[in-house]
């Protein structure tokens, strides 16, 4: 019965109804293990086109026709169909099955029967489908309790591990939970049998192939997410029958843990916030002066952060607006220290949803090492972000690096880091900013909501603003590229891809238009605050 979550044609031939026909087997006694999903009655001769396969049919042979040819073609499309057996009563049309109708079923692998003495096929049917229906809900008791265990295993204190153990106890057979891209998790073995050795061995022997063709003996759920689109699978739980079969009563069970597994993974995500959430309140209280450089050490250690001697590098990303659902932070968190695990240095990572700020401080070996550290800090900052869908289309978050030193600096660094960062967005796009670079941007975002600043752009680039929003071409882009090429023509005009005589006339309108002199040190410093200040002014 468990084979398929039916019952066998040899079971159903036991069964009173059948019994009391004198059902004698005419082809393919070795294939009465087949299991029925269902029984059908019926004497047109296309019954074929109304079963779905798994059936027992019962018939008088009235729709088997008078021709062996039409007989013939009766029971291959049945076998085509897939049904468990064929049940022929003798009586009116056939006092005993014709050969032709034994050899086609033999041939085509049919397991054919045939009742000496009538019987009401109601009642066939109505014990079959007891039988049947019985056996789904045995079935589902087992499963049930697989369910309770391990309900119990985690009310016991038990973790994932003890789940999938529970469950490849069950099925005899190795369990695996991996992530929707196909990365193994944890996995578990049965506590006997050929695969309890080393489940690993398995799961590396079977990849392959599974990503090839997948197995038809491996059943795989999906762990739900809670969420929608990519969010919406959180794992994957993967049985594969290496050392016995796979049976319906497995994925019952599977799926009932896939959803005491949900439960864990997303009691898991919630903790993983919180302690990245308390980790960000930590540093951000650092930051502001409430915790003290003297304090600070055991407080982190608490926090699982042991930094070495070398210098500590405060580092803040600061995500666009909107950063999206909450649970996201979680993953965010754990996939950056999954990419910095790489790095081999201490790192103490924070969330702050409400600021779409992520706090770091980074332990070095030496001030050496800052700009390799940095890159990678960044990188992996990226990656998290990509990876825990905060990321938005043309809002690029912006990773700022501040000033390295002692527990005492970090308080100062991480604090002028924050603002920084915030002071960055909109700046042109780079793998992170130097927090020490940026005094100035940082000083006119300050100003930003200053009447003053605002007049200072409108004085000093106000004619340029007026005449990109009338004429043609914008002469903004390429004041800012000449500026930031210091003033070098050659080099201003191979980025802006322009002839020099092209670029000396736009030059020539520009200083028409502002009235000043491009060439004058006063000018250029005037202009290059202008140009920074209008990022951060409403105007």
Same mark, same amino acid.
């Given at each position: 019965m468990d084979n398929q979550g039916g019952i066998t044609v040899q079971r159903a031939l036991e069964l009173p109804g059948l019994r009391s026909g004198l059902p004698e087997v005419m082809a393919c006694a070795d294939r009465l293990g087949r299991t029925v999903r269902w029984v059908h009655a019926g004497e047109v001769p296309?019954?074929?086109?109304?079963?779905?396969?798994?059936? $027992? #049919?019962?018939?008088?042979?009235?729709?088997?026709?008078?021709?062996?040819?039409?007989q013939r073609a009766f029971v291959r499309r049945l076998a085509d169909r897939g049904i468990a057996a064929l049940v022929v009563e003798l009586g009116p049309r056939f006092t005993r099955l014709p050969a032709t109708i034994v050899e086609t079923a033999r041939a085509?692998? #049919?397991?054919? =029967?045939?009742?000496?003495?009538?019987? %009401?096929?109601?009642?066939?049917?109505?014990?079959?489908?007891?039988?049947?229906?019985?056996?789904?809900y045995a079935l589902l008791q087992r499963a049930e309790e697989v369910h309770r265990r391990c309900?119990?295993?985690?009310?016991?204190?038990?973790?994932?591990p003890q789940v999938l153990s529970i469950l490849a106890g069950f099925t005899a057979n190795p369990v695996f939970l991996e992530t929707p891209?196909?990365?193994? +998790?944890?996995?578990?073995? %049965?506590?006997?049998?050929?695969a309890a050795a080393d489940p690993l061995q398995v799961w590396e022997g079977l990849r392959g192939q599974r990503e090839a063709e997948p197995s038809a003996n491996a059943v795989v759920v999906d762990v739900p997410g809670g969420g929608h689109g990519t969010g919406s699978v959180r794992a994957r739980l993967v049985l594969l029958g290496v050392s016995a079969p796979l049976l319906p009563v497995h994925r019952m069970a599977a799926e009932r843990t896939a959803g005491v597994l949900a439960v864990v993974l997303m009691q898991a995500r919630q903790e993983d916030e919180l302690s990245a959430r308390g980790r960000g309140d930590f540093l951000t209280?650092?930051? @502001?002066?409430?915790?003290? &450089? @003297?304090? &600070?050490p055991a407080q982190a250690r608490v926090l699982g952060f042991k930094p070495g001697a070398g210098p500590l590098l405060p580092v803040v990303m600061r995500l666009a607006t909107d950063p999206g659902p909450s649970g996201n932070w979680a993953v965010l968190a754990r996939a950056v220290l999954e990419e910095l695990s790489s790095v081999g240095v201490p790192v $103490? +990572?924070?969330?702050? %949803? =409400? @600021?779409?700020?992520?706090?770091?401080?980074?332990? $070095?070996?030496?001030?050496?090492?800052?700009?390799?550290?940095?890159?990678?800090?960044?990188? &992996?900052?990226?990656?998290?972000? @990509?990876?825990?869908?905060?990321?938005?289309?043309?809002?690029? %978050?912006?990773?700022?690096?501040?000033?390295?030193?002692?527990?005492?600096?970090?308080?100062?660094?991480?604090?002028?880091?924050?603002?920084?960062?915030?002071?960055?967005q909109g700046l042109p796009a780079r793998p992170w900013y130097d927090a020490r670079r940026l005094d100035i941007d940082l000083l006119l975002w300050r100003l930003r909501e200053h009447p003053d600043l605002a007049a200072f752009v409108d004085r000093a680039i106000g004619p340029l603003r007026v005449h990109d929003v009338a004429s043609r071409p914008s002469l903004l882009p390429t004041l800012e590229t000449y500026l930031a090429h210091a003033g070098r023509k050659a080099e201003t005009a191979r980025e802006l891809h322009l002839n020099r005589q092209t670029l000396y006339n736009r030059l020539a309108r520009i200083s028409e238009l502002l009235g000043t002199d491009l060439d004058d040190?006063?000018?250029?410093?005037? $202009?290059? #605050?202008?140009? *920074?200040?209008? *990022?951060h002014t409403a105007s």
């Amino acid at each position: 019965m468990d084979n398929q979550g039916g019952i066998t044609v040899q079971r159903a031939l036991e069964l009173p109804g059948l019994r009391s026909g004198l059902p004698e087997v005419m082809a393919c006694a070795d294939r009465l293990g087949r299991t029925v999903r269902w029984v059908h009655a019926g004497e047109v001769p296309n019954i074929a086109s109304l079963l779905k396969g798994g059936e $027992l #049919l019962l018939t008088t042979g009235l729709g088997l026709g008078t021709r062996p040819a039409e007989q013939r073609a009766f029971v291959r499309r049945l076998a085509d169909r897939g049904i468990a057996a064929l049940v022929v009563e003798l009586g009116p049309r056939f006092t005993r099955l014709p050969a032709t109708i034994v050899e086609t079923a033999r041939a085509a692998g #049919l397991p054919l =029967v045939q009742l000496h003495r009538e019987v %009401p096929f109601v009642t066939v049917t109505e014990e079959v489908h007891t039988e049947i229906v019985n056996g789904h809900y045995a079935l589902l008791q087992r499963a049930e309790e697989v369910h309770r265990r391990c309900t119990e295993a985690l009310l016991g204190g038990g973790g994932i591990p003890q789940v999938l153990s529970i469950l490849a106890g069950f099925t005899a057979n190795p369990v695996f939970l991996e992530t929707p891209d196909g990365r193994l +998790l944890y996995a578990a073995g %049965p506590v006997s049998g050929d695969a309890a050795a080393d489940p690993l061995q398995v799961w590396e022997g079977l990849r392959g192939q599974r990503e090839a063709e997948p197995s038809a003996n491996a059943v795989v759920v999906d762990v739900p997410g809670g969420g929608h689109g990519t969010g919406s699978v959180r794992a994957r739980l993967v049985l594969l029958g290496v050392s016995a079969p796979l049976l319906p009563v497995h994925r019952m069970a599977a799926e009932r843990t896939a959803g005491v597994l949900a439960v864990v993974l997303m009691q898991a995500r919630q903790e993983d916030e919180l302690s990245a959430r308390g980790r960000g309140d930590f540093l951000t209280d650092l930051a @502001e002066g409430r915790i003290s &450089a @003297e304090d &600070a050490p055991a407080q982190a250690r608490v926090l699982g952060f042991k930094p070495g001697a070398g210098p500590l590098l405060p580092v803040v990303m600061r995500l666009a607006t909107d950063p999206g659902p909450s649970g996201n932070w979680a993953v965010l968190a754990r996939a950056v220290l999954e990419e910095l695990s790489s790095v081999g240095v201490p790192v $103490l +990572l924070g969330v702050r %949803p =409400v @600021e779409g700020r992520v706090p770091l401080l980074v332990s $070095l070996r030496a001030e050496s090492e800052r700009t390799t550290v940095a890159d990678r800090v960044a990188v &992996a900052l990226r990656a998290g972000v @990509e990876r825990a869908g905060l990321d938005r289309a043309g809002a690029s %978050p912006a990773v700022v690096v501040g000033v390295s030193g002692s527990w005492a600096a970090a308080s100062a660094g991480l604090r002028h880091a924050a603002e920084t960062a915030t002071a960055a967005q909109g700046l042109p796009a780079r793998p992170w900013y130097d927090a020490r670079r940026l005094d100035i941007d940082l000083l006119l975002w300050r100003l930003r909501e200053h009447p003053d600043l605002a007049a200072f752009v409108d004085r000093a680039i106000g004619p340029l603003r007026v005449h990109d929003v009338a004429s043609r071409p914008s002469l903004l882009p390429t004041l800012e590229t000449y500026l930031a090429h210091a003033g070098r023509k050659a080099e201003t005009a191979r980025e802006l891809h322009l002839n020099r005589q092209t670029l000396y006339n736009r030059l020539a309108r520009i200083s028409e238009l502002l009235g000043t002199d491009l060439d004058d040190p006063e000018t250029v410093l005037s $202009l290059s #605050l202008a140009l *920074r200040a209008r *990022r951060h002014t409403a105007s």
